[in-house]
């Protein structure tokens, strides 16, 4: 079946405006989770949805960056002002309540670039 | 919070030997430890995963074993080969359905 798909697969910004990433989870899956992937680093988390729940912002760097999922499926990260350290691949990966939710899927990622 | 820490970050092997990954982590309560896999220009990959219920699992070629009281988990590949190059993560969640703590990864390089 068709996986996470994310978009667009690359993007190059101006310092200083707003980008907007879009994550389209496994169909059905009911939690959907955004990491950031620096070169060369790990993964690391920035928030998370769970069903009808409050998102997990605790991972958010800062207050440029919000996520929304709406109707339970299609998630939009939104970095606002952007700035140079915010350049990475921005992954996103979903769950189903079926497998306990452990087990996590992800996408291709966004590459982010801010020049 | 939970840490995890990851080694080697790189490791070369020649085709058909065994290549192991080692991790360990933070927090007590974490219950949940997969690997992925990451090609060039893709996206993770799960490969195998395990509870803290087991202390071994095993696919094909691929192994994971976990030691709960040492807080440390290894990812054994035996018979290598070079499509298996690849970086490495290993992580750890606390509750299914929550954020993954990953490793800084192990760039896994097999010559022929």
């Known amino acids: 079946g068709a996986g996470v798909s994310q978009s667009p697969s690359n993007k190059v910004t101006e310092k200083g405006k707003d980008v907007e990433l879009r994550c389209d989870p496994i169909s059905g899956h009911t939690a959907l989770y955004w990491y950031r992937q620096s070169l060369g680093q790990g993964l690391e988390f920035l928030i998370y949805?769970?069903?009808?729940?409050?998102?997990?912002k605790s991972g958010l760097p800062s207050d440029r960056f919000s996520a929304e999922r709406t109707g339970g499926s299609v998630s939009t990260l939104t970095i606002q002002r952007t700035q140079q350290e915010d350049s990475a691949v921005y992954l996103c990966?979903?769950?189903?309540?079926?497998?306990?939710?452990?087990?996590?899927?992800f996408g291709p990622g966004t590459r982010l670039t801010v020049t | 919070g939970e840490n995890v820490e990851q080694h080697p970050s790189t490791l070369s092997v020649q085709e058909g030997d065994s290549a192991v990954i080692k991790c360990t982590y933070s927090d007590s309560a974490s219950n949940y430890f997969p690997w992925y896999k990451q090609e060039l220009g893709k996206g993770p990959q799960l490969i195998i995963d395990?509870?803290?219920?087991?202390g071994e699992k095993k696919d094909q070629r691929i192994a994971v074993t976990l030691n709960k009281t040492a807080k440390h988990f290894s990812l054994h590949i035996t018979e290598t080969q070079p499509e298996d190059s690849a970086v490495y993560f290993c992580?750890?969640?606390?509750?299914?359905?929550?954020?993954?703590?990953f490793g800084k990864g192990t760039t896994l390089s097999v010559s022929s």
């Open positions: 949805f769970q069903g009808n729940s409050a998102p997990d």
């Open positions: 990966a979903s769950s189903s309540r079926d497998r306990g939710q452990y087990e996590q899927y």
């Open positions: 395990i509870r803290s219920n087991v």
């Open positions: 992580a750890a969640s606390n509750q299914a359905g929550t954020a993954l703590i």
